[in-house]
């Protein structure tokens, strides 16, 4: 138990306040823009992805997926009645006063799929360049797109019951020269296995 009577909670369990102060905020916020968007038609496709309140609850910064300038005249006309709301909803020492920006995280995941775009381009471009020359890296269409093993001319999964192979060697009974080796079953003519 804690100092004040209370059972000690594992922290690692529980959002802190802050964590839970931003999440509510921004599902307030969000319900709150749905409904002014019915009468403001700037307001439509607006998509709150987080709130970063400050510890001492005087300021709150919006993130939203995008911010375009109409979009942003939009929210700063709406933003008393976004405050009433969060003042009415949630139960605060304060009510912050919001702002509004664009989520840097929207921004940079845009970029790294833009970059994924311009690698699978390149890679089909260099995969056509490949078989016009005849050069394909692909899998082997002979054997199914199984690797074969050269040893005993077995493909795909028939090569470790043909007993050729790394690990399998030993289960087959071929561990060392003369036949003892760790798979083998006694000694020749012998019913008994090995001790």
């Known amino acids: 138990m804690s100092g004040r009577g209370r059972p000690a909670r594992p922290s690692s369990r529980y959002y802190s306040r802050m964590?839970?102060?931003?999440?509510?905020?921004?599902?307030?916020?969000?319900?709150?823009?749905?409904?002014?968007?019915?009468?403001?038609?700037?307001?439509?496709?607006v998509t709150v992805t987080a709130v970063s309140c400050e510890p001492d609850l005087r300021h709150a910064t919006?993130?939203?997926?995008?911010l375009p300038d109409a979009v942003r005249d939009g929210?700063?006309?709406?933003?008393p009645r976004l405050q009433a709301a969060v003042a009415h909803q949630v139960r605060l020492k304060r009510t912050?006063?919001?702002?509004?920006?664009?989520?840097?995280?929207v921004g940079h995941g845009e970029l790294v799929e833009e970059i994924l775009r311009?690698?699978?381009?390149?890679?089909d471009l260099r995969e056509a360049q490949d078989?016009?020359?005849?050069?394909?890296?692909?899998?082997d269409t002979t054997t199914g797109g199984l690797p074969s093993?050269?040893?005993?001319?077995?493909?795909?999964?028939?090569?470790a019951e043909s007993g050729a192979g790394g690990p399998d060697r030993a289960e087959s009974g071929a561990g060392g020269p003369d036949g003892a080796g760790p798979g083998a079953q006694g000694a020749p003519g012998?019913?008994?296995?090995?001790?």
């Not at 929210?75 to 933003?79: F, T, W």
């Not at 078989?131 to 899998?139: A, L, V």
């Not at 050269?150 to 999964?157: F, V, W, Y």
Request: hydrophobic share 35%; proline share 8%; charged share 25%.
């Open 19 to 45: 964590a839970r102060v931003n999440e509510v905020l921004r599902e307030v916020l969000a319900e709150e823009i749905e409904l002014v968007a019915s009468s403001d038609s700037r307001l439509e496709l």
């Open 118 to 123: 311009q690698l699978r381009s390149s890679g």
């Open 149 to 159: 093993d050269p040893e005993s001319g077995a493909q795909g999964p028939d090569r």
């Open 96 to 105: 912050p006063q919001l702002a509004f920006q664009a989520d840097p995280a």
């Open 131 to 139: 078989e016009q020359t005849g050069e394909g890296h692909g899998p």
């Open 62 to 66: 919006v993130l939203l997926a995008s």
């Open 75 to 79: 929210l700063s006309e709406a933003r």
């Open 190 to 195: 012998s019913t008994e296995p090995a001790a």
